[in-house]
């Protein structure tokens, strides 16, 4: 069965509506780019006004054609293009380009404009690229068509490139072509009012002439369906990504650690860490990746050899490779033992092998053939400062020569790469990657390195657990019913019990008499917390009290906290009190879920206690999150050697935080009312038994006229 998208990418026969005579136009632009790229179909210009242009019939309309029509470009002016896209589903065309612009992204009118287009493309079950986009190209020699405006013929090759900018994809292809970076695909897609990347992925998922795909991205169509699509491609095809949209402008005001900490990006980054996606900063940095992903074999480990000319350079990889986790070995004795006989005295025969500034063509040629069988490596990394004497084109193809002898990659750094670019003559995917400065050869390599690692990632299955959901429902549809936001101490540990998580003994209590009665089944030390409708952070009025070991200390503390709450009366008239356990030892930890608009529940683990707020080490994943997820959270703080065992101190059980994040997940993925949940502290300990929630909260979505209505009061 044909992919929905097959008449897009593949179309037999092509209408260009509102194609114009006047050079300059995008309608011009496209017709002529399809007929300078050969297309290998029927053209059909359209417009009512032109007889002839390009010395090709003109159609009036599209309904005019004799032909079947697979594909229409539309380039008529917005105030025309329903009557376009109603015509071409009346002609059983299959798929759409709207280059036209003038749709949501100029506001409200614009967004009514392409509600009513949509509604026509689905009503004729024709699919969409656009509106606002500037085209899309497929470089297969059986189709060969470039249907964009932009200037310049793609260089056919084996990168597909999605792009949700038209000006950036025109720089892009422009720069592919600097750089010999062949295109297998290529896709503008506007405002993806019918076709997201998450489509588009699914088509490119099966073509065969699609090695690598490269993105640009300022927010996703379905996050859901994009990360389950991509993590299908990106076991057998890399996939690299920009996304713009990580500053904090317009990040949304949350009241909890979890909610706050998501405000910082993390959604789109966990969502591309567990899907394979390689994210970068910059265009710059995704053609980086690009030239290496595309010409080279992907390491087998993150062994890297350096082989240069100049020892500045080297030191500056060598500097790059350690900042990245990249290793540099030392090479084996026989390696270093041919080495030193074919190289000058004053060269080092050690990794960077540094073979001084009269090294020539021949010198590379020999080192390579050396150091490449060392199976102490896994990658080789050749830098050239170009002397006087020495040409980097000689350079340059001795290296690319002697890398193909052998299947581990190899790169160039070239200072003065732009000289040797403009004279390279080969086609693309042929030549090995070339650098002007070693960090971004080394970032290159890393990414390879990471990518291999996604590779060999076991499959890992999301556990559910036995809960008593029904219980929860009830408590929810109550807080719900009395349009509350935030649920009171005695629901969240009812909400906790029910899903297991692990808490201490407690009780909550009005007065001195209740709470020691209640301390007999409790037993000393114990903590005392305040907790009161719309009271979040119970430190900031005085409201806890801990290590309170005698029924004298319980009274006074009690008392204390009286005196401290009736300074607070009119923001909080009513309160009761927690008499809680008193958990010693372990590592206090927060995890907790925020829901983003755009990426839904996000599941958040890291260091807890105060320290959340100061060191803001924590890790995000999209839920449902996977036990191998769960551990890569973990193992991804960059304080996990608090948790995992430092300085002769025993590690907690990471097992049960594991378990937790799971069941954590569940209780997400069971409802979707739930907006932020932040348990803060969860003590973890090496002792299973002696892990426990200490804090928690837990808040529900209200509709916007409940939102302003105050907490409800203890009854």
Known sequence: MAHPLESIFRPKTIAVIGTSRQEGTIGREILYNLLEFEFNGMVFPVNPKAPVIHSMKCYRSILEIPEDVDLAIIVVPKEHILRAAEECGLKGVKGIVAITAGFKEIGSQGVELERRLLEIVQRYKMRMIGPNCMGVINTEKDYMMNATFASGKPLPGHVAFISQSGALGAAILGHARELRLGISKFVSIGNKADTAADDLLDFLKDDEETRLILLYLENFGNPRRFTKVAKEISRQKPIIAVKSGRTLAGARAASSHTGALAGLD????????????????????????????????????????????????????????????????????????????????EASIENPVDMIGSAKEKHYAEALQVVLPDDSIDTLLAIFVPPMVTGSLEVVATINRISKQFAKPVLGCFMGRQDVLQNIESKPGEMIPIYPYPESAVKAIEAMVRYRAWQMKPESSIRTFPVQREK?????????????????????????????????????????????????????????????????????????????????????????????????????????????????????????????????????????????????DVSFRVNPISELAAREMIESLRAKDLLMGARGEKPVHIDSIIENLQRLSQLVADFDILEQIDINPFIFSEDPAKCFVIDARIAVKLEKAAETKKPAAFQ
């Open 266 to 345: 993390v959604a789109a980054d966990a969502l591309f860490e567990q899907c394979g996606v390689l994210r970068v900063t910059s265009v710059e940095e995704l053609f980086d990746l690009a030239m290496a992903f595309n010409s080279q074999p992907i390491p087998k480990g993150d062994r890297v050899a350096i082989i240069t000319n100049a020892g500045g350079p080297a030191i500056m990889a060598t500097d790059a490779c350690v900042n990245l986790g990249l290793t540099l070995p030392r090479l084996k004795p026989e390696t270093r033992a041919k080495l030193k006989k074919m190289l000058p005295e």
């Open 472 to 616: 929860v429902t009830l408590i929810l549809e109550q807080v719900r019913q009395e349009q509350r936001r935030w649920l009171t101490e005695g629901e969240i540990s009812e909400v906790m019990a029910a899903y297991a998580f692990p808490l201490p003994c407690s009780a909550i209590v009005r007065n001195v008499d209740e709470a020691l009665a209640a301390i007999k089944d409790i037993g000393y030390p114990v903590v005392l917390k305040v907790t009161a409708p719309g009271l979040l952070h119970k430190s900031d009025v005085g409201g806890v009290l801990v290590d309170i070991r005698n029924d004298r200390e319980l009274t006074q503390s009690i008392h204390q906290l009286s005196t401290n709450m009736a300074t607070v009366k009119d923001t909080y008239p009513t309160y009761r009190i927690i008499i809680q356990q008193l958990i010693k030892g372990g590592r206090e930890t927060i995890m907790g879920m925020a829901l983003d608009p755009g990426f839904g529940p996000l599941i958040m683990f890291g260091l807890g206690g105060i320290y959340v707020e100061i060191l803001k």
